[in-house]
């Protein structure tokens, strides 16, 4: 997902297996939920979201991918 971030300190890494991670620095809660909106807004469909020890997670799926956040 093409996704632009704005005033964020963020970093891609290669996971293997054509994965990638972005991985960003001092998010807020508010920044995961605007991410999460513009991931859906790409066509990808929420498919489990969970909250652990104020950690936010949520998976997202379109027809041939999947994105964890």
């Known amino acids: 997902?093409?996704?632009v971030f704005e005033d964020?300190?963020?970093s891609i890494v290669d996971c293997g297996d054509e994965s990638?991670?972005?991985h960003i620095t001092d998010a807020t809660a508010d920044d995961f939920n605007d991410y999460c909106?513009?991931?859906a807004e790409?066509?990808?469909s929420l498919i489990s979201e969970r909250n652990v020890a104020n950690n936010l997670f949520a998976t997202f799926t379109n027809e041939s991918?999947?994105?964890y956040v």
Do not use: W
């Open 1 to 3: 997902v093409d996704v």
């Open 65 to 67: 991918k999947y994105i």
């Open 20 to 22: 990638r991670m972005i």
């Open 42 to 44: 790409k066509g990808f």
């Open 8 to 10: 964020e300190a963020f």
């Open 37 to 39: 909106n513009k991931v």
